[in-house]
């Protein structure tokens, strides 16, 4: 049989229907032909049944093909695979590549205005698309969301959600829940004012805006002094979840601002807060403020993951976090009620605990001295005991499998005035040099019911990049050094691992084409981490966006019936 696929492999691509339907979108996660979604299926596990590619045949694992992607700046995209094509993003293009071959079929290229570079908030990425009914959706760093033709990569409508020069970019991934595209947005530490909006993906017209920080008249609003709602932050720069049985839209919200909670007393609703919507018009349902008046920078928007977990002897539909304040929740899908709580780093001050009574955490002697003035070290620094960098769940094993980090920060608040187009932190912070033999990052197994590291594997520089876990009991992840490497999930033994063109600080994602299981990765250096933790090992890699697919090597035998 194997010949036919190689004549397949020949063929020009094949052309694509009107899909992926609504049906597609909410089967994507047991579906391996294809990735529609991101985080691989509407509620986000980041897991993969497919068994090809396992312990034993890894060490088999090469490269099938790689292509450039056009520019030098990082890589935090995740693949999309849907009618015999790849779809990635970089923050100024959209590509449809041969996923046989990784022949580039279609570009389509974005032009930004020179000054909104200078400008811009929290990196030149993007986090990649979605895709729906022959279209594929998008957010671009000048905020427009754009819908592009799956099959002729031509524009088929482009809206601007709010305008650059006030602070807002855009650089996460859109959502489509129950017909409704959902888009957020970033530069919450701009002085600007997060919110949500959907739209009708069809048309482009805009049905609704859920503004996430609450004003006096909106319900929440007196958690707020005078106007400082109007600048207070609450960006939504990660993509939500999706529940269609409970037609729930879970979507995490970020920090307040500025970082001085002097400066806007009150819980400043709806920032740091978890909120379940209806897609149809943004409507409120149900929500969780993790940290009521944050100082630190924590956010809640990290990945909302979805999952049954046995609850004291039943069986919940589950919401899991695990935040960057370094405690893992678990919250009832359904209700938002808090389940669990807790710590799954080594090192944590800014909080005693989380009263389970209220769902508030119990603010250290630490932290109230430090909200005083009094310049502390705070573990875990704000760049969180995780980052953006989004962890995958096994249905198998019960386990998240996440980046770690153990990095502290000296912290201290200032007052400043808002400006315009000036980062909006009122904070004075810094982190510390990387010591030798000292870890900052783990690839870590944790159980989100009690936040134990059931095995944890010290990675340096740390990784920021996401993982990936398989029915093939294998772990992937990428990292900053270059290197897609994957581990057994059972106890973090590290099985195979490939050198791409670049650093990694993206999400593999795998599936299968003509019965074949591939690997996928973005890789090109950038972000956060080498911004701000300098290594020396940054020096010796090589800046290049690429996208590179592996499988497994298959050895031509003399003996086989496929010989011709």
């Given at each position: ?44 596990q980041r897991w993969s049944p497919l068994t090809e590619i396992n312990r034993d045949t890894v060490n088999h694992l090469v490269p099938a093909w790689s292509t450039a992607l056009e520019t030098d700046r990082g890589q935090e995209g995740q693949p999309l695979v849907y009618g015999d094509r790849i779809f990635v993003t970089t923050h100024e293009a959209t590509f449809a590549i041969d996923a046989r071959s990784g022949r580039m079929l279609w570009r389509n290229k974005l032009r930004y205005s020179k000054k909104m570079y200078r400008m811009v908030c929290c990196g030149f990425i993007n986090r990649g698309p979605v895709i729906f009914d022959g279209k594929l959706f998008r957010q671009t760093l000048d905020n427009r969301v754009m819908a592009i033709d799956m099959e002729s990569g031509e524009t088929v409508w482009s809206q601007t959600a709010s305008d650059w020069e006030d602070g807002y970019t855009a650089t996460g991934t859109p959502l489509l829940a129950n017909g409704v595209l959902i888009t957020g947005t970033a530069g919450g530490d701009m002085g600007t ?372």
């Amino acid at each position: 049989m194997k010949w036919i696929f190689s004549l397949l492999a020949l063929l020009p691509p094949l052309a694509l229907a009107a899909g992926p339907s609504l049906d597609d979108l909410k089967n994507d996660h047991r579906v391996t032909q294809s990735i529609s979604t991101y985080g691989m299926g509407l509620g986000a596990q980041r897991w993969s049944p497919l068994t090809e590619i396992n312990r034993d045949t890894v060490n088999h694992l090469v490269p099938a093909w790689s292509t450039a992607l056009e520019t030098d700046r990082g890589q935090e995209g995740q693949p999309l695979v849907y009618g015999d094509r790849i779809f990635v993003t970089t923050h100024e293009a959209t590509f449809a590549i041969d996923a046989r071959s990784g022949r580039m079929l279609w570009r389509n290229k974005l032009r930004y205005s020179k000054k909104m570079y200078r400008m811009v908030c929290c990196g030149f990425i993007n986090r990649g698309p979605v895709i729906f009914d022959g279209k594929l959706f998008r957010q671009t760093l000048d905020n427009r969301v754009m819908a592009i033709d799956m099959e002729s990569g031509e524009t088929v409508w482009s809206q601007t959600a709010s305008d650059w020069e006030d602070g807002y970019t855009a650089t996460g991934t859109p959502l489509l829940a129950n017909g409704v595209l959902i888009t957020g947005t970033a530069g919450g530490d701009m002085g600007t004012r997060g919110f949500l909006d959907g739209w009708n993906p069809q048309t482009g017209e805009k049905l609704w805006r859920y503004w996430t920080t609450a004003g006096p008249d909106d319900p929440g609003g007196d958690t707020w002094e005078g106007d400082t709602y109007l600048r207070g932050g609450g960006a939504t720069w990660l993509a939500g979840s999706y529940d269609p049985e409970l037609n729930l839209v879970y979507w995490g919200i970020g920090n307040p601002g500025p970082w001085n909670a002097n400066m806007r007393p009150g819980d400043n609703l709806f920032t740091d807060t978890i909120v379940a919507l209806r897609p149809e018009t943004g409507e409120i349902v149900w929500h969780y403020q993790v940290i009521p008046n944050d100082t630190y920078d924590y956010d809640s928007v990290n990945e909302l993951i979805h999952a049954t977990l046995d609850i004291d002897g039943t069986p919940r539909k589950v919401i899991i976090q695990a935040n960057r304040n370094g405690y893992v929740y678990v919250l009832d899908r359904e209700t938002g009620e808090l389940l669990r709580a807790s710590q799954f780093i080594d090192q944590l001050t800014w909080a005693d605990g989380i009263d389970m009574e209220t769902g508030r955490p119990i603010r250290s002697a630490a932290t109230i001295e430090n909200l005083k003035g009094i310049e502390k070290t705070v573990w875990p620094s704000n760049i969180g005991g995780k980052n953006w960098a989004p962890a995958s769940f096994s249905p198998e094993t019960g386990l998240l499998y996440l980046n770690g980090l153990e990095i502290s920060m000296q912290f201290k608040p200032v007052v400043m005035a808002w400006r315009k187009g000036v980062a909006y932190a009122a904070a004075d912070f810094s982190f510390p040099e990387p010591v030798e033999g000292v870890p900052m990052g783990y690839l870590r197994a944790v159980d989100p019911l009690t936040g134990e590291r059931v095995w944890q594997v010290p990675v340096d520089p740390p990784a920021n990049g996401g993982t990936l876990s398989t029915a093939g009991g294998l772990v992937f992840t990428g990292l900053q050094t270059g290197e897609l490497a994957a581990y057994d999930i059972d106890d973090g033994t590290l099985l195979w691992e490939y050198q791409t063109g670049s650093g990694i600080i993206a999400p593999p994602v795998t599936y299968e084409i003509d019965g074949e299981q591939y690997v996928a990765i973005q890789s090109g250096i950038g972000g956060l981490f080498s911004w701000f933790l300098p290594n020396p090992k940054f020096a010796t890699i090589t800046k290049g966006a690429s996208l590179t697919v592996f499988k497994l090597f298959q050895p031509w035998s003399a003996n086989s019936s496929d010989e011709h």
